[in-house]
């Protein structure tokens, strides 16, 4: 995470100089085309870069509203991505439209076009890791943080969607994030990773179908059963075939480990390692190495990672 502060104390919500007890973070997103911080944080401090419409909320009323948070997340003037705590962590802000200003840490993440993988990545990345430490800094759980939209599902703000209609777009939502700050404070995040089964299947390997039912008792197509399959997952007596031999069909169907026939081992040793560094993703490291940051899923299977959360510092077996 990288942390930065300045306290917008020209906004009439620090000079109201109002305290509480957080209880809950609110992630907000900030529903603009802007990824920019200095668009929402000001004056430069020799990192945001220049906001030359002036229009940052650290004034009485931005845009003539009574709105500011504890915290915003976003681009910095060099590109990287970066936390700014922009409201002492005990003082109530103006964010919630609701009950929740009462009792809930909020900060928002600059949205941009909703298109960009990476972009998304890092800032989601960033928001985990500042939860987590909200979360300690004030003996929280993840069971504390909430989004808006979840907010005014339980009456306690106003009837804003955010972030539910940008997370989803990248297979995430508001339980993977949860998920992903409980694994920081040290526990799990409740899903078994894939792995090698005791009978010697593991993932990568080329199988070829024994059976004729899906693990949900479903009849498996003899096209299916006449072709070689890739396993994707492997979880107890369960597996997930995913691509074909030749790589022309994708099925992703779950099949029990005991109807499954190795055709060929994966090769666990042809592999690079890459260290991730900070501002690294998944997204990121798959482009570099891979060609495009599309094949992320293929470094999830080799890594055997249960979501898109890496931490500075983390091995990563890389495909030759």
């Not at 694994?183 to 024994?210: F, K």
Request: hydrophobic fraction near 35%.
């Amino acid at each position: 995470m990288d942390l930065h502060k300045l306290i917008l104390t020209e906004n009439a919500c620090y000079k109201a100089g109002q305290k509480i007890t957080p209880k809950g973070i609110m992630v907000h997103s900030t529903g603009a085309d802007n990824p920019w911080l200095k668009r929402y944080v000001g004056p430069d401090d020799g990192l945001l870069g220049v906001n030359r419409y002036n229009n940052h909320w650290n004034t009485y009323h931005p845009s003539g509203i009574e709105v500011c948070v504890h915290a915003f997340i976003g681009k910095l003037a060099d590109g990287s991505i970066a936390a700014y705590q922009t409201l002492p962590w005990d003082h109530r802000g103006w964010h919630a439209g609701g009950s929740a200003n009462d009792t809930h840490i909020g900060f928002e993440i600059c949205e941009d076009d909703l298109s960009d993988r990476d972009y998304f990545e890092k800032v989601y990345r960033e928001a985990v890791e500042l939860c987590a430490y909200l979360c300690k800094e004030f003996h929280l759980t993840e069971r504390d943080i909430i989004c808006h939209s979840e907010g005014h599902t339980l009456g306690i703000a106003s009837n804003h969607g955010d972030v539910m209609h940008w997370f989803p777009r990248f297979g995430k939502d508001m339980d993977t994030f949860r998920a992903e700050v409980k694994i920081l404070l040290g526990g799990t995040s409740g899903v078994e990773p894939a792995g090698i089964d005791e009978d010697g299947i593991s993932v990568g390997d080329l199988v070829r179908i024994t059976g004729t039912e899906y693990y949900d008792g479903g009849t498996i197509p003899a096209w299916v059963r006449n072709q070689n399959w890739y396993v994707r997952e492997v979880s107890g007596d369960r597996a997930v075939i995913d691509k074909n031999e030749s790589g022309t069909n994708n099925i992703m169907s779950a099949v029990r480990m005991c109807d499954l026939e190795a055709v060929r081992k994966a090769n666990h040793e042809d592999f690079i390692v890459h260290t991730v560094k900070k501002g690294d993703t998944l997204w990121g490291i798959a482009k570099k190495y891979l060609g495009s940051g599309s094949r992320y899923d293929e470094l999830k299977r080799l890594n055997d990672l249960d979501g898109d959360f890496i931490a500075v510092g983390q091995k990563l077996k890389i495909p030759n």
